[in-house]
């Protein structure tokens, strides 16, 4: 057993059962003053506060001596392209010049050029890249990830990379996996997109499903990708083989991406940046999580969901990296936070909320992950501030002291 001792503040985020919080309850995080935690097992044993810890109901406790020091549940990145080959710095110089997102896809740019950079390497090579990135991640308090497909856009090549994401889990971070074939078409299928998305139904998605290599599925709903028919089609599909839908929806327009993320009803709907008022209250009703990526307008230098009006009309809100080589070279949750909170107009306490709990939530694990609460996997940072709010305040800087992830010491700073 291990007790994480004394600390400053242990932020609970307790959810007490439910999945997610919304509305005046994102803010509601549950500080313990003067806190201590115990490790059990590879789970939460006890939290409260210290002088209420009672040795004598313990055998032999590992102390961890966190005076002055938060303790947080680990981060929840529930949006991340991380298995992917390359890297695409050529076309942040040329967006820094003035050309648009759009206009260095058709360069050859963008998605396609990943892609086909991925397609070249190997399983093994695609596995160590990745590794170290995951290994990044860990080092500033992420102790679980969602990773998605969608660079290799052909059954080979779909599958390679969803085998590396499940042969990642716990190597050195706890990993769910989502097939987004429908990331972009495939070169070997232009202008033949309806061909693409018959290819999707009939073939990847029954083949994926198989193999058991995803949990969801998801699709890139934005012109010149997927229309809201096409990522209705798949997503249902997706459905019918057992895959829980997400979407893309609404990034460069609105496209319809909402409303087909509520009719098959998605687990989460993310990014969001052009959402509309009568899809803010559409989402309203129903229990979707909208998941917000603030590093990719911060890095296309472009708009910003709307974070503050999605929180006051009761939408869940999540914040993620979307770590991809396109649009956030990103793996830093505290930075995101930052974001979200200066650029967003979110309180520290929702974009703590955000971070975990309802990121746990918009990946369909906020029951074992996401709070420190009594029987959940021990996932927690204690992150080297004497203060909550110091740790997006104090930003461009890695807070992270120690990460447990499943109870196992993962992460020390030396």
């Known amino acids: 057993m291990i007790l994480i001792h004394n600390a400053n503040q242990v932020v609970t985020v307790a959810s007490f059962g439910k999945r997610f919080k919304r509305g005046e309850k994102q803010s509601e995080i549950f500080v313990v003053e003067k806190g201590s935690v115990l490790i059990k097992d590879g789970k939460i044993e006890w939290v409260g506060r210290a002088v209420d810890f009672n040795f004598g109901l313990y055998g032999e406790v590992e102390i961890i001596d966190a005076t002055g020091k938060v303790v947080l549940p680990g981060f929840v990145d529930s949006h991340t392209h991380l298995v992917f080959g390359g890297t695409r710095e050529d076309e942040f110089n040329l967006r820094i010049k003035g050309f648009t997102y759009q206009q260095i896809a058709e360069m050859g740019g963008g998605i396609l050029s990943t892609v086909q950079k991925t397609r070249n390497l190997s399983k093994d090579e695609l596995l160590k890249i990745s590794q170290i990135y995951a290994t990044k991640a860990l080092a500033n308090g992420t102790t679980t990830i969602e990773i998605k497909s969608g660079y290799g856009l052909n059954l080979e090549d779909e599958i390679k990379v969803l085998e590396v994401v499940n042969e990642l889990n716990e190597k050195p971070i706890f990993t769910v996996p989502t097939f987004l074939g429908a990331h972009?078409?495939?070169?070997?299928?232009?202008?033949?997109?309806?061909d693409y998305v018959k290819f999707l139904v009939d073939k990847l998605i029954p083949e994926i499903s198989k193999r058991k290599l995803a949990k969801f599925c998801d699709v890139f709903c934005e012109r010149g990708y997927f229309t809201a028919e096409d990522s209705e089609k798949i997503l249902t599909a997706g459905k019918s083989y057992g895959l829980l839908p997400k979407?893309?929806?609404?990034?460069?327009?609105?496209?319809?991406?909402?409303?087909?993320?509520v009719k098959v009803g998605a687990i989460s709907i993310d990014h969001l940046e052009n959402i509309n008022d009568e899809d803010i209250d559409l989402l309203s009703r129903t229990d979707s999580i909208a998941v917000l990526l603030p590093g990719v307008s911060f890095f296309l230098n472009y708009k910003y969901p709307p974070a503050r009006k999605l929180i006051d009309s009761s939408v869940p809100v999540a914040i993620a990296t979307d770590f991809n080589p396109g649009s956030c070279m990103s793996?830093?949750?505290?930075?995101?936070?930052?974001?979200?909170?200066?650029?967003?107009r979110m309180t520290i306490e929702e974009a703590i909320t955000a971070s975990t709990l309802n990121s746990a939530g918009a990946i369909g694990i906020s029951d074992i992950t996401g709070s420190i609460e009594v029987g959940k996997r021990a996932d927690l940072v204690i992150f080297d501030?004497?203060?909550?709010?110091?740790?997006?305040y104090?930003?461009?800087?890695?807070?992270?002291?120690?990460?447990?992830?499943?109870g196992i010491l993962k992460y020390r700073k030396m």
């Not at 972009?184 to 309806?194: G, L, Y």
């Not at 830093?332 to 650029?343: F, K, P, R």
């Not at 501030?385 to 997006?392: E, L, N």
């Open 184 to 194: 972009a078409v495939p070169p070997e299928f232009k202008d033949r997109k309806d």
């Open 247 to 261: 979407i893309h929806a609404e990034q460069f327009s609105n496209y319809g991406g909402v409303k087909v993320g």
């Open 385 to 392: 501030v004497p203060d909550y709010r110091m740790i997006p």
């Open 394 to 406: 104090f930003f461009g800087e890695n807070h992270t002291w120690i990460v447990f992830g499943g």
């Open 331 to 344: 793996l830093n949750m505290q930075l995101m936070m930052t974001i979200a909170c200066t650029q967003m």
